[in-house]
């Protein structure tokens, strides 16, 4: 499956982006989905997953109450909308998809387990 982010870009601290993902290509009818980033010298890390059912998300701790995960089923899009942007947040935004059976309506924040994703999208925050 292909999956194609987008929505960064440059924004004050406080400020609020929507970040979007497309998937398109795919052969299985079910993916768990989610958004992982990159700061500059850093490691990769997870930001927020959301189940194929949308049923259950999980967030990474300093994101929690300011970003939310959701997902159209009908467009194959998940959406990041992140409030309260702090330059902390800068990084490059990269969405993932796991291909699942009906069985696995869970979440999880392990990168390895993620069979595709997108090339990313810059967010930056200014102070």
């Known amino acids: 499956v292909q999956l194609q982010a987008s929505g960064g870009g440059l924004v004050q601290t406080g400020g609020s982006l929507r970040l979007s993902c497309t998937a398109s290509?795919?052969?299985?009818?079910?993916?768990?989905m989610a958004w992982f980033r990159q700061a500059p010298g850093k490691e990769r890390e997870f930001v927020a997953a959301?189940?194929?059912?949308?049923?259950?998300?999980d967030y990474e701790d300093s994101v929690k109450g300011r970003f939310t995960i959701t997902r159209d089923s009908h467009e194959n899009t998940v959406y990041l909308q992140m409030d309260s942007l702090k330059p902390e947040d800068t990084a490059v935004y990269y969405c993932a998809a796991e291909a699942v059976d009906y069985s696995k309506d869970y979440t999880h924040n392990f990168d390895f387990r993620y069979d595709f994703w997108g090339r990313g999208t810059l967010v930056t925050v200014s102070s």
């Open positions: 959301i189940s194929w059912s949308g049923r259950s998300t």
């Open positions: 290509g795919g052969t299985a009818s079910r993916y768990l």
